[in-house]
């Protein structure tokens, strides 16, 4: 009567434990006996298939965990397909507008499109109002890190500085004014959206001073 556990990777990769023995002729005794060592075996390989589960899933080296990790899908590539300055008329402008057109009006006044769901004027879309001040905001937060992605040229032809220690800085100023002026869409509050709007116009100005008002432009972004 000889038992031997066994440990293994299944086809899932998975480990399994499995006992092999093999009972020959023998007496009551001997069977009550057999049956007793069988459920041991059982119990200890559970245990011990449990224990090197749980030795694989913390070890990032061994076991089954690796397994799983290469079967991550591969993040996809960033793609670019406009200058910077076709970026900012496309995104930065038409969104920073909507904060800065909440100064004059109170957004909760600003009545709907005749069609809201066709809507071009934010604020009186289907998502409009205060909401629409919310979303530029966060439009303008999010939208920075497009600033940040490699390979995207200037109208002049030259890379986007993005070696120049200051262009972060002026990314992260953007995203720190996008997130001011988020909170103060949500406090629905037109003193707040006036100081809101003042911090986002001097973060686009800090950037635009150092990298877009040249005399020439082919001095932009250098
Ligand atoms: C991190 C730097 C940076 C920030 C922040 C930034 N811009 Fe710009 N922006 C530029 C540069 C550089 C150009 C010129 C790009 C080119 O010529 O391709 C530009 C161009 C523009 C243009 C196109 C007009 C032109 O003269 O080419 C508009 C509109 C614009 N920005 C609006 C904004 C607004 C609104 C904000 C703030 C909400 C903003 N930008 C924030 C760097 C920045």
């Known amino acids: 009567m000889l038992f031997r556990l066994m440990l293994f990777h299944n086809d899932n990769g998975w480990l399994e434990c499995r006992a092999k023995g093999r009972i020959t002729e023998m007496g009551d005794h001997k069977r009550s006996m057999s049956i007793r060592s069988i459920v041991l075996a059982a119990i200890v ?46 995104i930065f402008f038409p969104s920073a507008n909507v904060i800065f057109a909440a100064q004059g009006t109170n957004p909760a006044d600003v009545k709907p499109a005749r069609d809201p769901s066709l809507a071009t004027n934010p604020l009186e879309s289907t998502y409009g109002n205060w909401e629409a001040v919310e979303n ?28 120049n220690a200051d262009w972060p800085k002026f990314v992260q100023g953007l995203r720190d004014a996008g997130m001011a002026a988020y909170k103060a869409a949500q406090s629905k509050n037109q003193d707040n959206i006036l100081m809101a709007a003042d911090t986002m116009s001097t973060a686009c100005s800090n950037c635009h001073d150092k990298y877009r008002e040249k005399t020439n432009p082919a001095d932009r972004c250098k």
């Open 45 to 90: 390989c559970a245990g011990v298939s449990f224990s090197v589960e749980i030795l694989a899933a913390q070890s990032p080296a061994g076991g089954a965990a690796p397994k799983a990790a290469g079967r991550a899908p591969a993040v996809p590539a960033f793609q670019v397909h406009e200058t910077l300055a076709q970026l900012m008329k496309g």
């Open 136 to 163: 530029a905001s966060l439009a303008l937060t999010e939208a920075a890190n497009l600033l940040l992605l490699p390979g995207r040229k200037c109208s002049n032809g030259l890379n986007v500085p993005l070696q």
